[in-house]
């Protein structure tokens, strides 16, 4: 109900809801909460349907958009070599800080397989069942390889952030997120571990994809099945450069390694266990940088939180 005042201007005394449809203009079948009609919205609907245009031959169906966007890279080579230099540079800094945790995880592993062993080690360092190896020696090395994923990134974090105590800081980085932060890293290498061991062309898209699980836990703001959904995103369209990074570590460890094979198992383990410690905290940190690269560039506000000055002076 309105009036109407001398001043020509109307002034609302009453307010409510519709009470019928607009189209048929009847009100058994209105329902005035959601302003829709059981006679006349199925006929909208249709009609909405019928005016869309028709997908156009040879246009990209959702499959399609997935598939591309697994062979669609976001990283230049020139971005790529750059963090390159900068991991470099952030590990020759501190050297001693990340191999030195990098040998304890692994004499750590070391001494579980001597125990689970009865004082023998086992000759294949991937563990993989199907080279004879133990399945308890291939989670025991899917185990130690996520603690030191975690510590990895820690001390990563910790020193950008100009940490006073480094070590200290890298070892508060496994009660991150209530623990969540190691069980991420813990599940992301399980699910690569497992795509290689099943067949390679399967270990290439598993390790892509579950390639930054880990960073996505500690650095981003996403949670659960969030944080796998994310890191299959930014690592399958970068695939190229995470399997390629994932190849010439491997080389790197393996082959100092196989040129001591004659000499003994024992000492083919060694050299394999050395020269991971060696090499294996240079390509965390690239890998680490490689994510915080990428995330910054992604639309999606809590794939990454605020980096601070000494990240982005790495990145930059």
């Not at 125990?115 to 899917?142: C, E, Y």
């Not at 794939?303 to 002076?313: H, L, Q, R, V, Y």
Request: glycine fraction near 8%; include cysteine.
């Amino acid at each position: 109900m309105v009036t109407q005042d001398p001043r020509s201007t109307f002034h609302v005394t009453r307010e409510g809801t519709a009470t019928r449809c607009e189209i048929c203009h009847q009100s058994d079948l209105y329902d005035p909460e959601t302003n829709l009609c059981g006679r006349c919205q199925p006929l909208v609907d249709s009609r909405l349907i019928q005016i869309q245009p028709a997908p156009e031959a040879g246009s990209p169906t959702p499959f399609d958009d997935a598939v591309s966007d697994f062979f669609r890279p976001e990283l230049s080579l020139t971005d790529f070599f750059r963090l390159v230099r900068a991991a470099g540079r952030l590990h020759s800094e501190n050297f001693g800080v990340f191999v030195s945790l990098q040998a304890v995880v692994d004499g750590l592993l070391a001494i579980s397989l001597w125990f689970g062993t009865g004082g023998s080690i086992p000759p294949v360092p991937a563990f993989s069942p199907f080279a004879g190896g133990a399945a308890w020696a291939w989670l025991l090395d899917v185990f130690f390889g996520s603690l030191a994923t975690t510590l990895g990134i820690g001390a990563f974090a910790a020193i950008t952030q100009e940490h006073p105590n480094v070590m200290k800081q890298a070892v508060e980085s496994l009660r991150h997120r209530s623990g969540g932060f190691f069980l991420a890293a813990f599940l992301g290498r399980l699910y690569q571990k497992t795509g290689v061991l099943l067949c390679w062309p399967v270990g290439f898209a598993t390790v892509a994809t579950g390639a930054f699980l880990p960073e996505t836990a500690f650095f981003g703001t996403s949670t659960g099945f969030e944080l796998f959904r994310r890191s299959r995103i930014l690592g399958g369209r970068n695939w190229l450069p995470l399997c390629g990074m994932s190849i010439v570590h491997w080389l790197l460890e393996i082959i100092p390694a196989a040129l001591v094979w004659n000499l003994s198992h024992e000492a083919y383990f060694w050299v394999y266990l050395i020269f991971r410690a060696l090499v294996s905290p240079f390509f965390q940190i690239l890998h680490t940088l490689l994510y915080l690269h990428l995330a910054l560039q992604s639309p999606a506000p809590s794939m990454i939180a605020e980096p601070t000055a000494a990240e982005d002076e790495f990145l930059s």
